[in-house]
Nanobody, 119 residues
Framework: QVQLVESGGGLVQAGGSLRLSCVAS????????VGWFRQAPGKERERVAA????????RYADSVEGRFTASRDNAKNTMYLQMNSLKPEDTAVYYC????????????WGQGTQVTVSS
């Protein structure tokens, strides 16, 4: 059974940093694209970062560009989201997700971790 488990969320003051981790189990994800999403109350889910499987290139939402860094360690089947200069509007539940090998649709999702940024 494929499972993604996030950790690292919490409460932080504006301007602070957090590092989210997402450990995958059940199969390897070295050939999968992986991404980080977030959803705030009353808002639609937003993709904040994505890492391709073929080139390992990353893409970011405009709202987090320059502040967030996504990375992956295929040997550990783990992905990370380093979040710096956090703002109150970054408050949301953050989810990691992965595609099937070579796929483009995110079929696997974690349970989410809460990030709260106080002003």
């Amino acid at each position: 059974q494929v499972q993604l488990v996030e950790s690292g969320g919490g409460l932080v003051q504006a301007g602070g940093s957090l590092r989210l981790s997402c450990v995958a189990s059940g199969r390897t994800f070295s050939s999968s694209a992986v991404g980080w999403f977030r959803q705030a109350p009353g808002k639609e889910r937003e993709r904040v970062a994505a890492i391709s499987w073929s080139t390992n290139s990353t893409r970011y939402a405009d709202s987090v560009e320059g502040r967030f860094t996504a990375s992956r360690d295929n040997a550990k089947n783990t992905m990370y989201l380093q979040m710096n200069s956090l703002k109150p509007e970054d408050t949301a539940v953050y989810y990691c997700a992965a595609t099937i090998p070579g796929g483009t649709r995110y079929d696997y999702w974690g349970q989410g971790t809460q990030v709260t940024v106080s002003s």
